[in-house]
């Protein structure tokens, strides 16, 4: 076998999206059995704004309802501020945090209505809170592979974004494309780049894509030096802050057929993934 990998399941981003409010139980259904497969992360919820994502107010509930005893996988929550943050480490389940950032200030603005500068102090105000309370912050940075709002994008500029979080303390980044644009050529760069600059930061890879050229845009990033990959069961999901024409999650099972493909392990319950997708869809 080769060096492993880590995946991470989204249903938090299978969910949020989803105009029509599903009821906690069946949220909770849902995720008891994700953390059956024994993912690395679960990004379960997130500690926002009710009236920016309505799906996801019911959170804690949620969280107190789901059956931890046997799980190894870490739980997650996206936050979107200081006050967020707050709320989350209230909980002692919830090891880490996710803080979406990008290269695009146009995105800043539509996702958290927020410029560069004053996400940088929220970023801040956020790691304090998670230093202070053995939790872990992890950025993630959309827009990474490509620009489709104008804004000026360059691998430079990755580089550069990525060396302020760097000074900010930030050791965990998820490299992200939220509306589906990036290659693989692009994908390979950034990530060669990335990984060969900071090898101080651990790099994953959060990718939101139509079905053709998955293989090759996995398969770019794991070449280039990438570990983690983030995935959303059946492809569900997307950014509603994106715009219009949401494009899709990566398929987790595509990731797992990539990984089985190369015969490098994954750390999960086969037989218990098998089991989940045979149990689909419950919402």
Same mark, same amino acid.
């Given at each position: 076998?080769?060096?492993?990998?880590?995946?991470?399941?989204?249903?938090?981003?299978?969910?949020?999206?989803?105009?029509? *409010?599903?009821?906690?139980?069946?949220?909770?259904?849902?995720?008891?059995?994700?953390?059956?497969?024994?993912?690395?992360?679960?990004?379960?919820?997130? $500690?926002?704004?009710?009236?920016?994502?309505?799906?996801?107010?019911?959170?804690?509930?949620?969280?107190?309802?789901?059956?931890?005893?046997?799980?190894?996988?870490?739980?997650?929550?996206?936050?979107?501020?200081?006050?967020?943050?707050?709320?989350?480490?209230?909980?002692?389940?919830?090891?880490?945090?996710?803080?979406?950032?990008?290269?695009?200030?146009?995105?800043?603005?539509?996702?958290?209505?927020?410029?560069?500068?004053? @996400?940088?102090?929220?970023?801040?105000?956020?790691?304090?809170?998670?230093?202070?309370?053995?939790?872990?912050?992890?950025?993630?940075?959309?827009?990474? *592979?490509?620009?489709?709002?104008?804004?000026?994008?360059?691998?430079?500029?990755?580089?550069?974004?990525?060396?302020?979080?760097?000074?900010?303390?930030?050791?965990?980044?998820?490299?992200?494309?939220?509306?589906?644009?990036?290659?693989?050529?692009?994908?390979?760069?950034?990530?060669?780049?990335?990984?060969?600059?900071?090898?101080?930061?651990? *790099?994953?890879?959060?990718?939101?894509?139509?079905?053709?050229?998955?293989?090759?845009?996995?398969? @770019?990033?794991?070449?280039?030096?990438?570990?983690? *990959?983030?995935?959303?069961?059946?492809?569900?999901?997307?950014?509603?802050?994106?715009?219009?024409?949401?494009?899709?999650?990566?398929?987790?099972?595509?990731?797992?057929?990539?990984?089985?493909?190369?015969?490098?392990?994954?750390?999960?319950?086969?037989? @218990? $993934?098998?089991?989940?997708?045979?149990?689909?869809?419950?919402?």
């Amino acid at each position: 076998m080769m060096e492993a990998v880590f995946i991470n399941e989204s249903p938090r981003d299978a969910m949020q999206g989803i105009q029509k *409010f599903i009821p906690t139980q069946v949220k909770t259904l849902y995720i008891n059995e994700i953390l059956k497969v024994g993912f690395d992360v679960v990004d379960f919820g997130s $500690f926002v704004s009710p009236k920016a994502i309505p799906q996801m107010r019911d959170t804690a509930e949620v969280l107190n309802s789901l059956d931890l005893s046997s799980t190894k996988s870490r739980l997650s929550v996206v936050v979107g501020n200081k006050r967020g943050a707050e709320d989350a480490v209230r909980f002692s389940e919830i090891e880490m945090m996710g803080f979406p950032f990008s290269t695009s200030e146009t995105f800043l603005k539509l996702n958290l209505n927020t410029d560069f500068k004053t @996400a940088l102090s929220t970023i801040d105000e956020i790691q304090n809170i998670c230093v202070k309370n053995n939790r872990i912050l992890v950025i993630y940075f959309s827009m990474a *592979f490509g620009n489709p709002y104008g804004d000026a994008w360059s691998l430079e500029s990755v580089i550069h974004h990525i060396s302020m979080l760097n000074e900010h303390g930030i050791k965990n980044i998820t490299l992200s494309d939220t509306v589906g644009i990036a290659d693989e050529k692009t994908i390979g760069n950034i990530f060669k780049n990335a990984v060969a600059r900071f090898p101080e930061i651990s *790099f994953g890879f959060h990718l939101h894509t139509k079905l053709d050229h998955w293989h090759e845009k996995i398969d @770019a990033a794991h070449k280039a030096g990438c570990l983690s *990959f983030d995935g959303v069961i059946n492809g569900l999901g997307g950014c509603p802050m994106a715009g219009p024409g949401l494009v899709g999650n990566l398929d987790t099972g595509l990731i797992v057929k990539y990984f089985q493909g190369q015969k490098i392990n994954m750390n999960i319950d086969q037989n @218990a $993934f098998n089991s989940l997708l045979n149990k689909l869809p419950l919402f």
